[in-house]
């Protein structure tokens, strides 16, 4: 077993305990060890805020506008369509725009090359990753990171940058180039850095998984912390009775912070291996699909296809962010063609992990996904000009 085969297999189970879908003796006394160490997380976190919140360690502010976009929970409430929506229309309304990301499960740098700055006579810093220099894709999506590289892939005029040190990022944005609005990519557990507007995402259909820290959890913090929220996006919402206690809850929690109702849109169809080829989503219609994902909620993107009139004949679910390899792949499209399958459909974030493939016997799309305002007259762009420029 190769050491990402057994961290996967590792993730599976932890997700599965937590999940409570593991009932032995032996689940149920590691369940009860991490709901041990969820209240020393829990502890943890608590105290790193106090830090900050009594000024003894001081976060940082860069002199120009930056908005965190973030959630509580780790992963599945569709943060990247938000960040893409939010770049785009500053980036229209004349803002020199720069997104910062940690680049979670990106390539990282060699323990070699690592020791080697440290120990190196010509200490030097090493600059932040640039996916995009606003003009040029400059890395691929091993080395940038998933969500990097699709934003840079569909954002022109902005700047992607890669870094674990948000501040570095941030300095090197502003003196590189000249950005005077920041993006901070996953930004709400990030303390480092100050925001003028804290937005946090809140999956409606599943807000606060089983309410536990990690690791008895998949939350990062406790729930009352969304206090710090200046605004709260629900998403994947469809505008259904029980989102009335969900604002009750939220409200108990931060009043003053405005709640917003936003749904995920399928848009269409994009040929993985030929950019030019894009389909009408009325397609799927009568469709028999073979369904490929590796995303924290695989259901909600399979429940698209299901609304769109299509059949499921084949699915596989990976880990998210697996990396497939070639191998992978063709075993898919061979089990696809056994089950009929007229095409094969995964997600954008999943398309940008695919290895080259000269196999053409059966087309292979990703869903195209935008986010959209369900409450209210407004549409996102006006929303977004009353949030940053006010």
Request: hydrophobic content about 40%; proline content about 3%; glycine content about 6%.
């Amino acid at each position: 077993m190769t050491k990402r085969e057994l961290g996967e297999f590792l993730e599976r189970y932890f997700l599965q305990l937590i999940n409570g879908q593991r009932f032995s003796s032996a689940d149920k006394i590691v369940r009860g060890i991490l709901f041990v160490f969820s209240r020393f997380y829990r502890r943890a976190v608590q105290f790193r805020h106090w830090v900050y919140d009594k000024r003894i360690y001081r976060n940082k502010a860069l002199g120009c506008l930056v908005v965190s976009i973030g959630n509580l929970t780790c992963g599945g409430t569709g943060k990247t369509p938000v960040v893409e929506v939010f770049s785009k229309t500053l980036r229209q309304k004349g803002r020199k725009v720069a997104i910062l990301s940690r680049g979670y499960r990106s390539k990282d740098r060699s323990f070699w090359e690592k020791l080697k700055q440290r120990f190196s006579s010509k200490r030097h810093e090493v600059p932040p990753r640039v996916v995009s220099d606003g003009k040029n894709l400059l890395l691929n999506s091993a080395t940038a990171g998933d969500e990097p590289y699709m934003l840079a892939s569909n954002l022109k005029d902005v700047v992607v940058l890669v870094d674990k040190d948000r501040v570095k990022a941030g300095l090197f944005a502003i003196s590189e180039f000249e950005a005077d609005t920041l993006i901070l990519d996953d930004g709400f557990q990030y303390l480092d850095l100050k925001p003028k507007i804290n937005i946090v995402l809140v999956d409606s259909t599943q807000p606060f998984h089983n309410h536990h820290v990690l690791p008895r959890g998949l939350l990062r913090e406790p729930i009352k912390n969304i206090r710090r929220a200046d605004y709260i996006f629900l998403t994947k919402s469809n505008g259904g009775k029980h989102l009335r206690h969900l604002k009750i809850f939220l409200r108990k929690h931060n009043r003053r912070a405005e709640i917003i109702e936003c749904r995920h849109e399928p848009k269409y169809l994009e040929n993985v291996y030929n950019k030019k080829e894009q389909l009408d989503l009325n397609i799927l219609q009568g469709k028999k699909i073979a369904a490929l994902s590796g995303i924290a909620n695989p259901r909600s993107f399979e429940e698209f296809l299901e609304n769109f009139g299509s059949e499921i004949v084949y699915t596989e679910r990976f880990v998210d962010h697996h990396r497939y390899s070639q191998q992978e792949l063709i075993d898919f499209i061979n089990n696809a063609k056994r089950a009929k399958a007229d095409m094969v459909v995964t997600t954008e974030k999943d398309a940008v992990r695919f290895p080259r493939l000269f196999r053409r016997d059966i087309p292979i799309f990703f869903m195209r996904v935008e986010i959209g305002i369900l409450s209210g007259q407004e549409n996102f762009d006006q929303c977004i000009s009353r949030i940053c420029f006010l």
